[in-house]
């Protein structure tokens, strides 16, 4: 496959996700990961798309819809610290809420070494990782999202959440902007979210860098709207002044 063959079936492939991993499109062209990255260089160069660690999407693409299977492989060890830092914040016997983040789903994996907690998702893979655990797991129930198959949604889960109250919750969600906006682009997750935050007494928003700068369609919240915001980068003196009662740690 010549190079501009190589270029046309990877815009190809953004168009229709808007985001991919260089291992999934290395597979799906069936050439060598370096190959891939060459193609990248020369897409952004054209000003087409944009690079981050271990993915690319398209430039300007605000309704970034990226699968669930491609964001839990980007930024892998920076989630993994995240998740890390954020588990400390849970106590033993917690009721812990979780959505169907990419993020949230590393934080499963530190949940289930704590003691006694209680632990409410809609997030299916997490689900799934939970089942093989002792750690006690409720099903927010409801229907697959049509727009992220990861995740349930719906009137059930909002029924489930809303009759429930948490000791911490735990979100996430694709973009920041200057102002300490947090947006996402899948709109029925918004209100699930925002179930979260209203039934819990401490609420965290996890944050790798990728987010900070991008904006998606739906507006979910802003910094005030959290308790602590848990990220790889330090956010204190971008975000501090503008939310004083705001916690901002660096994982």
Not at 82 to 107: H, M, P, Y
Request: with cysteine; proline share 1%.
């Amino acid at each position: 496959m010549y190079m501009n063959e190589r270029l046309n079936e990877i815009m190809k492939e953004l168009n229709e996700t808007n985001y991919a991993t260089v291992e999934y499109l290395a597979e799906k062209l069936h050439i060598s990961s370096s190959s891939v990255r060459r193609d990248l260089a020369a897409l952004e160069k054209r000003g087409l798309v944009l690079r981050s660690y271990g993915g690319v999407e398209l430039a300007d693409s605000v309704n970034r819809n990226i699968p669930f299977t491609m964001r839990k492989h980007a930024y892998i060890s920076q989630k993994k610290r995240i998740a890390q830092v954020a588990a400390k914040l849970v106590k033993e016997g917690d009721v812990v809420f979780a959505d169907g983040s990419s993020t949230c789903f590393f934080l499963f994996a530190e949940l289930i070494k704590i003691k006694g907690i209680t632990v409410i998702t809609n997030s299916i893979d997490g689900l799934f990782f939970l089942s093989s655990y002792q750690t006690k797991t409720i099903s927010s129930g409801g229907v697959i999202s049509s727009e992220n198959r990861s995740v349930l949604v719906g009137h059930e889960a909002e029924k489930t959440f809303d009759g429930m109250y948490a000791d911490i919750s735990f979100i996430s969600a694709q973009g920041i902007d200057e102002k300490g906006t947090i947006y996402d682009s899948y709109l029925s997750e918004i209100p699930i979210r925002n179930i979260l935050l209203k039934n819990s007494k401490h609420r965290v928003f996890l944050a790798d860098k990728s987010k900070v700068g991008r904006l998606s369609a739906y507006k979910q919240c802003t910094f005030g709207d959290v308790d602590t915001v848990v990220s790889d980068i330090e956010l204190t003196q971008t975000y501090g002044d503008m939310y004083k009662n705001t916690e901002f740690i660096q994982a």
